[in-house]
């Protein structure tokens, strides 16, 4: 995937997310989830059990939504990743991302989704004021 550098440094950066699911009808709700990033595959590997109320969410409805911020009060350092993709079960290699990421993991059962990105837009005022990189995945 040739998502910019400055994106993937973004992320990289971090390791919590703000996820925000729907039901068909509409319902909305969010949650923070710890991820690992599969820079090949634009995908954030996070856990979940699919008996939450966002998994059972999920499970009703694939298309996702999630956001990455920077906690600043100083306007020429905000920085914040807009994210929409799908959620989808974990691949088996995923679980071996997740672990590099997050090593005491490696005990736990693991319940683990992929949000496979579609698009992510990066808000970065340190490139100037509302400075924004988009990346589109390519269809």
Known sequence: MNVDKKIKSFISKHHVLTLATSTLGGEPYCCNCFYAYDAESAAFIFTTDSTT??????????????????????????????????????RDSDRLTYIKAFPYAAVADLSLWRLEAKMMKLTDNTLGFGKKLIWQKEE
Request: proline share 0%.
């Open 53 to 90: 109320h966002h998994g059972q969410m999920m499970l009703q409805n694939r298309s996702v939504a999630a956001s990455i911020v920077l906690e600043t009060r100083t306007v020429g350092k905000v920085q914040g990743l807009q994210i929409t993709g799908q959620a989808v079960e974990a």
